[in-house]
């Protein structure tokens, strides 16, 4: 179809409020602004002390300081967002360290479990099956939108699986425990879903 076909430049008209409306999932609804939301305060956490560890029923399999971690080959990603509490945000651009880049840095060839427990300063905790982060489907972010990520937001470094209702990307995130089994993490030991996928509305336990 040539460029300036009629048809074509009115299906582009109208494509793109279509295809941003599509980008949101059932019961959502899209902010410009981005909320805080936290169960807690927010931590203090120096860099000097900072570490982020990978760890397996009781023994360590990989820990890195701020300074190594920042070495490792960063990615950048622009993806939507989806907070259980019903707000959407559309094209947020963050970098960091995919897990994929992670577990090689560990000298993994894959997860050692099938699930994972992010834990976090202040004791936040979410669960999340391993391969929900692999692929590039997720990151421990350190920067939003070009900027060093602020301490509200998770910084120096959360975890970010935006496929996945916004709880399951831990703000402060410093330590990934891999199960054998699948645990409730803090929003779902209190009722929220194990899983949490937003296009299938699993809000609550039983959704
Ligand atoms: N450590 C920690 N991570 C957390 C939370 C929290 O309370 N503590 N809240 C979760 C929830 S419910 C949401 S919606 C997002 C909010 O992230 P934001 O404050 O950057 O918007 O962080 C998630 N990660
Ligand atoms: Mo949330």
Not at 68 to 93: G, M, R, Y
Not at 149 to 170: I, T
Request: aromatic share 12%; with cysteine.
């Amino acid at each position: 179809m040539s460029d300036d076909s009629p048809v074509s430049r009115g299906f582009r008209g109208r494509r793109k409020p279509e295809s941003r409306a599509a980008r949101v999932p059932p019961g959502q609804h899209l902010v410009d602004d981005f909320p805080v939301l936290s169960a807690g305060p927010t931590p203090a956490t120096s860099l000097e002390t900072w570490t982020l560890a990978l760890q397996e029923r009781g023994s360590l399999l990989a820990k890195w300081t701020w300074k190594e971690f920042n070495a490792l080959p960063q990615t950048t990603t622009i993806v939507d967002i989806h907070c259980v509490t019903t707000w959407s945000k559309l094209d947020t651009e963050w970098s960091g360290v995919s897990f994929d880049t992670l577990l090689a840095a560990a000298g993994l060839m894959e997860p050692p479990a099938t699930f994972v427990m992010a834990h976090c300063d202040g004791g936040y905790t979410t669960n999340l099956p391993c391969e929900d982060l692999l692929g590039g489907k997720g990151m421990i972010a350190t920067h939003y939108d070009g900027e060093p990520l602020a301490p509200d937001h998770g910084g120096p470094a959360r975890l970010l699986v935006p496929h996945l209702y916004f709880w399951k990307s831990a703000k402060w995130v410093r330590r990934l425990r891999f199960m054998d089994e699948d645990e409730a993490g803090f929003w779902e030991a209190n009722g929220y879903h194990m899983y949490g996928d937003p296009w299938r509305e699993q809000r609550y336990t039983g959704d």
